[in-house]
């Protein structure tokens, strides 16, 4: 089983694009989307839900208003101002808290209890690609990074059970601790990123970030035609940092036909847009899986 990550540094690279093209060519796989603040590869994959999970992480105090005896030490002791006086008893902000549990431990009657919080669902669905395991976490809520480490396991857990070859991640954008969560134990990140300057600079930390956990990586330069000389220092650098170069992909107004048609790229036109996407796989596929080429 070969574990890949597509991730990008930044957003608005083509990564999801990208990624459900791999979805259509690659065979006998489990997806997972990884962007689990803004997730978007379900509306290129047509999934169908089998299964929804309750997503739980951290506690949330709560005090119980009829066996309160409203002595306040509770209040005294939060330090993030989270339990407010209402009327006979205290109340806890749910907003404010943050399930440190002090007020809890505290409490000369016991009457406060740490309830665990529903950040979000996660879900197993089937799609014309295969099994597709993917979440939404709640408004306002925390713990990405678990909800990533979460989904990934059961994706793993179910490509070990249907033996599988592949689990093709959908990584979130930027370097933060989902991408970690994305980024961890796989066998090869693919970065996508675009000939700008702010594409090159995201693309070199993402490059540190995977090179410090010893992931290989390859590169995809996505609408490489519309900035060349950009394109050049990228692939420079990539070369510098001892990253293979997947492909170059040109830039196309049809990319916007396939997204209304909400369906995968490649099974939209057979352009030259499709023939770098499966060039592209076609290195991904027979990439090594194995230590990174530099030392960190």
Same mark, same amino acid.
Request: charged share 25%.
């Given at each position: 089983?070969?574990?890949?990550?597509?991730?990008?540094?930044?957003?608005?690279?083509?990564?999801?694009?990208?990624?459900?093209?791999?979805?259509?060519?690659?065979?006998?796989?489990?997806?997972?989307?990884?962007?689990?603040?803004?997730?978007?590869? +379900?509306?290129?994959?047509?999934?169908?839900?089998?299964?929804?999970?309750?997503?739980?992480?951290?506690?949330? !105090?709560?005090?119980?208003?009829?066996?309160? =005896?409203?002595?306040?030490?509770?209040? #005294?002791?939060?330090?993030?101002?989270?339990?407010?006086?209402?009327?006979? +008893?205290?109340? $806890?902000?749910? /907003?404010?808290? #943050?399930?440190?549990?002090? &007020?809890?431990?505290?409490?000369?009657?016991?009457?406060?209890?740490?309830?665990?919080?529903?950040?979000?669902?996660? @879900?197993?669905?089937?799609?014309? @690609?295969?099994?597709?395991?993917?979440?939404?976490?709640?408004?306002?809520?925390?713990?990405?990074?678990? /909800?990533?480490?979460?989904?990934?396991?059961? !994706?793993? #857990?179910?490509?070990?059970?249907?033996?599988?070859? @592949?689990?093709? =991640?959908?990584?979130?954008?930027?370097?933060?601790?989902?991408?970690?969560?994305?980024?961890?134990?796989?066998?090869?990140?693919?970065?996508?990123?675009?000939?700008?300057?702010?594409?090159? +600079?995201?693309?070199?930390?993402?490059? %540190?970030? !995977?090179? +410090?956990?010893?992931?290989?990586?390859?590169?995809?330069?996505?609408?490489?035609?519309?900035?060349? %000389?950009?394109?050049?220092?990228?692939?420079?650098? &990539?070369?510098?940092?001892?990253?293979?170069?997947?492909?170059?992909?040109?830039?196309?107004?049809?990319?916007?036909?396939? /997204?209304?048609?909400?369906?995968? @790229?490649?099974?939209?036109?057979?352009? #030259? $847009?499709?023939?770098?996407?499966?060039?592209?796989?076609?290195?991904?596929?027979?990439?090594?899986?194995?230590?990174?080429?530099?030392?960190?």
């Amino acid at each position: 089983m070969k574990q890949i990550v597509v991730i990008s540094g930044k957003g608005g690279t083509g990564k999801t694009i990208f990624t459900a093209s791999l979805a259509s060519l690659a065979k006998n796989k489990v997806m997972v989307d990884c962007d689990v603040d803004a997730a978007d590869l +379900h509306l290129l994959l047509s999934p169908r839900v089998v299964e929804t999970h309750e997503f739980r992480s951290g506690k949330t !105090a709560w005090i119980d208003p009829d066996t309160c =005896i409203a002595c306040g030490e509770c209040a #005294e002791v939060c330090r993030f101002d989270a339990i407010r006086r209402a009327d006979d +008893h205290f109340v $806890v902000d749910p /907003l404010a808290c #943050e399930g440190c549990g002090l &007020c809890a431990r505290i409490c000369p009657v016991e009457v406060v209890a740490m309830r665990e919080n529903i950040c979000g669902q996660w @879900y197993l669905s089937d799609t014309p @690609y295969g099994p597709f395991v993917h979440a939404r976490l709640g408004i306002a809520q925390e713990n990405s990074g678990k /909800l990533v480490a979460c989904i990934r396991q059961k !994706a793993k #857990e179910l490509a070990e059970t249907r033996r599988l070859d @592949y689990v093709i =991640i959908d990584g979130p954008p930027g370097i933060g601790c989902p991408v970690l969560a994305s980024l961890t134990d796989t066998n090869l990140a693919v970065i996508v990123t675009e000939p700008t300057l702010s594409g090159i +600079h995201d693309a070199r930390r993402v490059m %540190e970030l !995977a090179r +410090h956990f010893r992931i290989p990586a390859g590169l995809v330069i996505n609408k490489w035609d519309i900035n060349p %000389e950009r394109s050049r220092e990228i692939e420079d650098l &990539c070369a510098r940092e001892g990253v293979h170069l997947l492909g170059r992909i040109p830039f196309s107004k049809r990319v916007a036909e396939s /997204l209304i048609r909400a369906v995968p @790229y490649v099974e939209t036109a057979d352009d #030259e $847009v499709s023939a770098a996407i499966r060039a592209a796989w076609d290195k991904i596929d027979s990439e090594p899986a194995g230590q990174n080429r530099r030392a960190p």
